[in-house]
């Protein structure tokens, strides 16, 4: 049996570490990097979220998630196109 | 700390670092967002802190935090898309009264998509019913995830080209009317309790038409996309 605080503290560590690379991560002037590192913080949600038993939470999460990240690429590279200042 | 019986050991000693984490990423996301200054980079910034809110919301570790993340899961993204919207329109407007040249093919995808499937010519029509029967009678939030899907393949196929602009309106009232629903039989819960069922089941009904009237509005917001040539 594997211990269950192991995917707890990964889940936690993961969150934390994603958070202060889209903060204030290397070259995320970028939008598409900016928007691809809440990806690391979204994986330490769903381990978390998976340690609590939280099934259909964590199913809603990944469906967002994706859902989202097509968004705001959506968003960015009209706001690029269009010759905004992104 | 008062800790109800039903809640497992292991849950109630995770209580503490969980919480701790969400107030370090929430702080970390605020913090982030004070120093941006422009506008996108803020819309992702918020996406952290709606994380930190589920980690808090996660951490009470029984199913009324279920319950409490799902609806939180789904304002956010509604919430994400309005505002990039607005974002995008008020670029639109600025480029417009600096009298600049506005390009006139902006786009998600960098190259041209076409979603040429024999599926979507032939039996559309056949699989989205399936898809829709099939979530209403699941109903609640899988059953809104299952319709939502099959509005949404029935709103990217072909056979529906030019949706008239009372669809939309009629899916905006619909949304509405789900939310009575699901706010009746909350209400309905506490004022008579021997009415569990009936409340459950109007509360769910709401669920199902919100989820999947949502998807519905994603496929029409994503149709353009994919049909340009």
């Known amino acids: ?86 | 700390m008062l800790v109800p019986e039903f809640v497992p050991g292991i849950f109630s000693s995770m209580y503490l670092p969980a919480i701790y984490a969400g107030l370090i990423v929430g702080f970390i996301g605020l913090m982030a967002i004070a120093m941006e200054k422009r506008d996108i980079h803020i819309l992702i910034l918020t996406d952290i802190v709606g994380l930190a809110m589920l980690i808090i919301v996660g951490a009470v570790g029984t199913d009324l935090a279920e319950a409490l993340i799902l609806p939180g899961l789904v304002v956010e993204l509604a919430e994400i898309m309005a505002i990039s919207e607005i974002l995008i329109s008020r670029e639109m407007h600025k480029i417009e009264s600096n009298k600049k040249k506005m390009p006139k093919n902006a786009s998600i995808f960098p190259l041209p998509l076409v979603l040429d499937m024999e599926i979507m010519t032939t039996s559309s029509n056949f699989l989205a019913l399936v898809l829709i029967g099939y979530g209403v009678f699941l109903t609640g939030f899988t059953g809104g995830a299952v319709a939502g899907g099959g509005v949404l393949l029935y709103v990217i196929s072909r056979k529906s080209r030019g949706l008239p602009i009372f669809v939309f309106d009629g899916i905006s009232g619909v949304s509405g009317i789900s939310w009575c629903l699901w706010i009746i039989g909350f209400a309905l819960f506490f004022i008579a309790p021997n009415l569990w069922l009936l409340s459950l089941t109007l509360a769910a009904c709401g669920l199902l038409m919100k989820v999947a009237s949502k998807l519905g509005l994603i496929g029409i917001l994503m149709r353009e996309e994919f049909k340009r040539e």
């Not at chain 1, 978390?48 to 690429?73: D, G, K, P, Q, S």
């Open chain 1, 1 to 86: 049996m594997i211990d269950i605080n192991i995917f707890f503290y990964t889940g936690i560590f993961l969150a934390i570490i994603g958070s202060l690379a889209t903060a204030w991560g290397p070259k995320v002037k970028d939008p598409i990097v900016r928007t691809l590192n809440t990806e690391v913080a979204s994986i330490g949600i769903s381990l978390i979220l998976l340690c609590y038993n939280h099934t259909l939470a964590l199913l809603t999460l990944m469906a967002t998630t994706v859902i989202v990240t097509l968004i705001l690429f959506r968003a960015i590279t009209r706001l690029e196109e269009m010759g905004a200042d992104v």
